[in-house]
């Protein structure tokens, strides 16, 4: 039986307190969890207390820091996660920690989880380097082998948070069919296609001046939710690594990207003007243009072996959040999880060259006129060449209705709260973050290719 540790929570919003307050509960009648403490900003007091007054179970201890450019902050970041930690931890009593702020704020926890090894469970993505209050993906990966290497020599462990490590229809059905076709037939994978549409419907003011999911530190989708998705990508295309040990692959990349700056001239204006939306603002030689993070990107891609410069697979990368979303209101709830008013829809399909292709839809459907809940729906098709492959079909589908994204990050959350987290290590997350790091420089460079060792 696994030793009960205490868990230290840094950022209690909606989607702890709603989707993971249940697994720290569960956690705690198991015997895994002795308790729990939380760590959030000064600014956000009151929203954590009417959070923490309307759950189940109580946090032992709140330790309110000092927002970034306080000035009553006398203590560098660095001293004051520290002496946070210090208030929180029980003697005797080993610690976890979940890290759940907004993205640019992961580095500092983490490092000192890894440096102070205590196990944590990070959210996607890992880190977004900031440098001189603009984001610097250039970092990405020199961080992520910095911090992977200290961990390496310590008997603490590290997970990351994202969805596609434990899901029923992405890691259960598609990559472990694939695996086993690709073995069996010693064939590559060839060409993989992904669409990832998001939905989501984001007001030029809010551009400015949201501090949840925000735009104006110069990242954007690809470091939000695109990120699950990018995990996604490399691990399918990481099937030819596994595949073909022995080659030294290489990953080649190029984007273009839509921007804030660009929205008043995608979207209707009669609907933009129903939600208030001034986005024609922007004078066109705004200096916006970069400033902002992206809300769009596509790339074209294809895998090379190193050795010889022959393509082994080819395929487009589609993150895009200016998609049919259900916002119809101007001013963003307070009592709304999905304040931007976002639906998903995913579309992906691989294929095995001349021999079989698996082409995945799986997309969410809101309840109601009022879009007061959401399902997800999924439907699989495979095509086969049945003639060579006597044990597969010309044509074969599935559907499955009633899923919830949601399940596969709780079930990671309670292997890594009961000790069994092994599927989405920190290590783990290096390739996934690699390519970010193209995919982000890349954007930024319309056009420019950029290359990841694979």
Request: glycine share 6%; aromatic share 8%; with cysteine.
């Amino acid at each position: 039986m696994t030793t009960a540790h205490h868990l230290i929570v840094i950022g209690f919003d909606e989607i702890v307190a709603n989707k993971y307050l249940p697994c720290i509960r569960d956690a705690i009648d198991s015997g895994h969890i002795t308790s729990y403490s939380i760590i959030d900003l000064e600014s956000q007091r009151t929203d954590i207390d009417r959070r923490i007054s309307a759950a189940s179970v109580k946090p032992r201890r709140v330790v309110y820091l000092p927002d970034s450019g306080d000035d009553r902050a006398q203590e560098t970041p660095q001293q004051l996660i520290a002496a946070a930690m210090q208030r929180l931890r029980i003697p005797g009593v080993p610690t976890k920690v979940y890290i759940a702020t907004e993205v640019r704020a992961h580095q500092a926890y983490l490092r000192f989880c890894v440096e102070n090894h205590i196990d944590s469970l990070v959210e996607k993505p890992v880190l977004a380097p900031v440098v001189d209050g603009r984001f610097a993906p250039s970092y990405i990966t020199k961080t992520m082998e910095e911090l992977i290497g200290v961990a390496a020599d310590s008997p603490a462990e590290h997970s990351v948070m994202t969805l596609s490590r434990y899901h029923q229809i992405y890691n259960q059905k598609v990559i472990s069919s694939l695996r086993e076709r690709m073995e069996r037939w010693e064939a590559p994978l060839t060409s993989f296609h992904l669409r990832a549409a998001g939905g989501v419907w984001n007001l030029q003011r809010e551009y400015e001046n949201r501090d949840d999911h925000p735009y104006k530190y110069g990242y954007g989708m690809l470091m939000h939710g695109a990120y699950h998705y990018v995990d996604l990508a490399t691990q399918i295309l990481a099937l030819n690594a596994d595949l073909f040990p022995e080659r030294q692959l290489r990953l080649e990349i190029s984007s273009f990207g839509a921007f804030p700056i660009d929205q008043h001239q995608r979207v209707s204006q009669p609907m933009a003007r129903r939600v208030h939306d001034g986005g024609a603002r922007w004078p066109a030689d705004s200096d916006a243009g970069f400033r902002f993070g992206e809300t769009d990107v596509t790339s074209a891609f294809r895998l090379i072996d190193a050795a010889t410069g022959r393509t082994i697979a080819l395929g487009t990368l589609s993150f895009e959040q200016t998609t049919p979303s259900i916002r119809d209101w101007a001013e963003l709830p307070d009592d709304l999880y999905n304040v931007n008013g976002r639906t998903s829809s995913v579309n992906l399909e691989a294929q095995l060259s001349t021999l079989f292709s698996t082409h995945v839809n799986c997309y969410d459907v809101p309840r109601g006129v009022s879009a007061d809940g959401i399902d997800a729906f999924a439907r699989i098709t495979t095509r086969a060449n049945a003639a060579l492959l006597p044990d597969e079909q010309y044509v074969a589908e599935e559907t499955f209705d009633g899923l919830f994204h949601s399940d596969s990050n709780r079930q990671l959350m309670r292997h890594w709260l009961d000790g069994t987290e092994r599927r989405s290590t920190l290590a783990s997350h290096l390739r996934p973050m690699q390519v970010t790091e193209a995919l982000a420089s890349s954007v930024l460079t319309p056009g420019r290719l950029v290359t990841v060792p694979f």
